[in-house]
């Protein structure tokens, strides 16, 4: 599914308005002056609320199960606006998917 291109720059939420914060794994491929967004990249989401029933369950990571098929970058597919993805807390468990707040709307890919 064709869509915009995640760069590092891209403001993402978790579920619960946890911020996710992408860290670049190969900054040589720059999208608008910021690295793109890999699958082998890590997103991490700090400040996540959520404590279902009381107990703390907030999530830490973003798993991106689909990225892009056609645009590589240092041999790892890209990540797109419309890739789905799911936020996990520390036991890995599902919270639901990110949220995309802002992102750049010039370079797509597949």
């Known amino acids: ?11 993402l939420t978790c579920p619960h308005a946890g911020q ?17 967004a890999t699958q ?11 404590a279902p029933g009381g107990a703390a369950s907030p ?6 199960p689909q990225p892009a098929t056609r645009v590589m970058v240092g041999g790892q597919p890209v990540l797109l606006q419309t890739s789905p993805a799911l936020c ?16 750049q709307t010039r370079v797509k890919g597949i």
């Not at 996710?20 to 793109?36: E, M, Y």
């Open 59 to 64: 999530c830490v990571t973003v798993d991106w």
């Open 20 to 36: 996710v914060t992408t860290s670049p794994g190969n900054p040589r491929v720059k999208i608008l002056g910021q690295p793109a």
């Open 88 to 103: 996990n807390n520390a036991a890995n468990a599902p919270q639901g998917p990110p949220i995309l707040i802002a992102g």
């Open 40 to 50: 082998a990249d890590v997103s991490t989401v700090a400040g996540c609320p959520f």
């Open 1 to 11: 599914m064709p869509g915009f291109l995640l760069d590092v720059a891209t403001q």
